[in-house]
């Protein structure tokens, strides 16, 4: 009585021409999840930028957009495998800060001058985008890939 270790195969592997497709789609939903997750975190960060305890503001928001963003960065940079891909999670962060730094017709305001936490997170998450960018912009270029690899 024989033994098969391997169970057969039924479907054929991946053809080549499908690759080119599968990984645009791939870095399309890559890119899509990065501009969902730096919207999130903008608002996760205005949530946390007025948390007190004990009547004083702390500033926990400046240390989440800080790792945040550099988390945000790096996966949009290898999601999509392109330079300017940090921009992805940056400008819903961007947008989202502005407008919780601009008044409303009511007169309600999220980010307010006061707020130390506020104006050092919108200044640190900045940075960090900046930072992160110029760092993939100074980037040496990936190696050539070999057709046999």
């Known amino acids: 009585m024989s033994m098969s270790t391997a169970p057969?195969?039924?479907a054929p592997p991946p053809s080549g021409r499908h690759r080119p497709l599968l990984d645009l789609a791939l870095r399309v939903a890559g890119g899509l999840v990065a501009v969902l997750a730096g919207a999130l975190t903008a608002v996760l960060e205005l949530l946390l930028?007025?948390?007190r305890v004990g009547g004083h503001l702390i500033g926990v928001s400046v240390l989440i957009a800080v790792g945040a963003n550099i988390a945000l960065s790096w996966f949009a940079h290898e999601a999509v495998g392109r330079r300017w891909a940090v921009a992805l999670p940056a400008t819903p962060w961007f947008v989202?800060?502005?407008v919780a730094a601009v008044r409303?017709?009511?007169g309600d305001l999220l980010v307010t001058g006061d707020n130390w936490v506020g104006l050092a997170m919108i200044v640190a998450g900045a940075m960090t985008f900046a930072v992160m960018g110029f760092r993939q912009i100074l980037a040496p270029p990936p190696p050539p890939?070999?057709?046999g690899d």
Request: aromatic share 0%; proline share 0%; charged share 25%.
């Open 8 to 10: 057969e195969e039924t």
């Open 49 to 51: 930028a007025t948390l």
């Open 96 to 98: 989202l800060m502005a």
């Open 104 to 106: 409303t017709a009511e």
């Open 145 to 147: 890939v070999r057709s």
